[in-house]
């Protein structure tokens, strides 16, 4: 039984922590939580052995656990130290919540030190094990639609309707130097923004070439944004690919939700049809109820398609994305988004946001 360690219980615990339940080939030995009552909390809610024993240190709890594998639940600014720190310890699996770090020179160290001890380093992206998401990729990947040519990846943040998350536990994102990003800060494009740029690559199988984003600033965060994207071709296409995503506001919109008041919804272009996908964190869930939005919709020689047997909750996502890390431990699968692959993600993110500070294309090839 492989023994796990859970650093950060805050809200975003309640999701990461499903995989685990139930499962025989783990048990949650450990907690770290700066606020011991917190983790305790946790202990309760998900009904966790009444011997998993806590720490408001992470390094206390890497020094004296035997651990196999960990999962990083902290502010971003924190993911290079926590990662390093455990890879010395010799941790053979280290989970690590998105962005991966805050610059290329973290990500490199990260990678480094797990290589010296052979810890195997996944970067965790649920919206990858998305059950209509991962079908998605599937029918593209059998050319259902022929040679993808354009994507379009479209945010929504509401006001209100999700998760009550504590003004406190929110606190840290409003330092440029703990969210990262910007000189002010990025809030959106570096935090939820991770899963389109993370998305953008992977379902087209392309690595990006250049990027060119536009943000705006509203109550401190880096929205409005608008990001244009040319992929680099390896292989002939059809069509040059090209890509957009869209960070909207609805200040005065109620999302109902479960968890954030956010929604995703993704367009693709191809060669022989278009792929319309509806279902994403809370307000496409009640979309797709309904007989006009289907979580999947494709239009292909004359006809419009639907697919809708698909588990609507997104702790799905996180569900299959921590079963999925758990094999990988085991020996069984490669992470699907590995510290490498991660790498290219924060490179294409923080040329977007290079591209909005400087008002101008930015290449890939020439970021650091």
Same mark, same amino acid.
């Given at each position: 039984?492989?023994?796990?360690?859970?650093?950060?219980?805050?809200?975003?615990?309640?999701?990461?922590?499903?995989?685990?339940?139930?499962?025989?080939?783990?048990?949650?030995?450990?907690?770290?939580?700066?606020?011991?009552?917190?983790?305790?909390?946790?202990?309760?809610?998900?009904?966790?052995?009444?011997?998993?024993?806590?720490?408001?240190?992470?390094?206390?709890?890497?020094?004296?656990?035997?651990?196999?594998?960990?999962?990083?639940?902290?502010?971003?600014?924190?993911?290079?130290?926590?990662?390093?720190?455990?890879?010395?310890?010799?941790?053979?699996?280290?989970?690590?919540?998105?962005?991966?770090?805050?610059?290329?020179?973290?990500?490199?160290?990260?990678?480094?030190?797990?290589?010296?001890?052979?810890?195997?380093?996944?970067?965790?992206?649920?919206?990858?094990?998305?059950?209509?998401?991962?079908?998605?990729?599937?029918?593209?990947?059998?050319?259902?639609?022929?040679?993808?040519?354009?994507?379009?990846?479209?945010?929504?943040?509401?006001?209100?309707?999700?998760?009550?998350?504590?003004?406190?536990?929110?606190?840290?994102?409003?330092?440029?130097?703990?969210?990262?990003?910007?000189?002010?800060?990025?809030?959106?494009l570096l935090d939820n923004g991770w899963h389109a740029f993370a998305l953008a690559p992977w379902i087209f199988g392309e690595e990006i070439?250049?990027?060119?984003?536009?943000?705006?600033?509203?109550?401190?965060?880096?929205?409005?944004?608008?990001?244009?994207?040319?992929?680099?071709?390896?292989?002939?296409?059809?069509?040059?690919?090209?890509?957009?995503?869209?960070?909207?506001?609805?200040?005065?919109?109620?999302?109902?939700?479960?968890?954030?008041?956010?929604?995703?919804?993704?367009?693709?272009?191809?060669?022989?049809?278009?792929?319309?996908?509806? $279902?994403?964190?809370?307000?496409?869930? $009640?979309?797709?109820?309904?007989?006009?939005?289907?979580?999947?919709?494709?239009?292909?020689?004359?006809?419009?398609?639907?697919?809708?047997?698909?588990?609507?909750?997104?702790?799905?996502?996180?569900?299959?994305?921590?079963?999925?890390?758990?094999?990988?431990?085991?020996?069984?699968?490669?992470?699907?988004?590995?510290?490498? $692959?991660?790498?290219?993600?924060?490179?294409?993110?923080?040329?977007?946001?290079?591209?909005?500070?400087?008002?101008?294309?930015?290449?890939?090839?020439?970021?650091?």
């Open positions: 039984m492989l023994k796990v360690g859970i650093i950060g219980t805050g809200v975003i615990f309640d999701l990461n922590v499903l995989g685990y339940l139930n499962n025989e080939d783990v048990e949650i030995t450990s907690l770290s939580n700066r606020t011991i009552d917190k983790a305790k909390a946790k202990i309760n809610k998900f009904k966790l052995h009444k011997d998993t024993r806590i720490y408001s240190d992470y390094k206390e709890m890497l020094d004296k656990e035997e651990l196999d594998l960990i999962e990083i639940l902290l502010p971003h600014h924190l993911h290079a130290d926590a990662t390093i720190y455990a890879a010395k310890k010799g941790i053979k699996a280290i989970s690590v919540q998105k962005p991966m770090a805050l610059n290329l020179e973290q990500v490199d160290e990260m990678i480094e030190e797990c290589k010296k001890s052979q810890s195997i380093l996944s970067i965790y992206e649920n919206f990858m094990f998305a059950p209509h998401i991962l079908k998605a990729k599937e029918l593209l990947d059998e050319d259902y639609i022929g040679d993808p040519s354009s994507i379009r990846i479209k945010t929504a943040m509401g006001a209100t309707g999700g998760w009550k998350v504590p003004e406190s536990a929110n606190k840290w994102r409003e330092d440029p130097k703990m969210v990262g990003g910007a000189e002010t800060g990025s809030p959106v070439e250049k990027v060119f984003a536009w943000t705006g600033n509203y109550k401190g965060l880096d929205a409005p944004a608008y990001v244009m994207f040319k992929y680099k071709q390896n292989r002939e296409h059809i069509v040059p690919q090209y890509g957009h995503m869209e960070f909207s506001l609805m200040p005065e919109m109620r999302l109902p939700s479960k968890y954030y008041s956010t929604d995703e919804f993704i367009e693709i272009i191809a060669s022989r049809g278009i792929m319309k996908i509806n $279902q994403g964190t809370s307000l496409g869930n $009640q979309m797709s109820k309904s007989n006009i939005f289907a979580p999947i919709v494709i239009v292909r020689d004359g006809k419009v398609e639907t697919y809708s047997d698909f588990e609507n909750d997104w702790k799905y996502s996180f569900i299959n994305a921590t079963k999925y890390f758990i094999e990988v431990v085991k020996g069984n699968k490669k992470p699907i988004l590995s510290g490498e $692959q991660a790498r290219n993600v924060l490179k294409f993110n923080l040329a977007a946001v290079k591209s909005s500070e400087l008002g101008k294309e930015v290449s890939l090839k020439e970021f650091h």
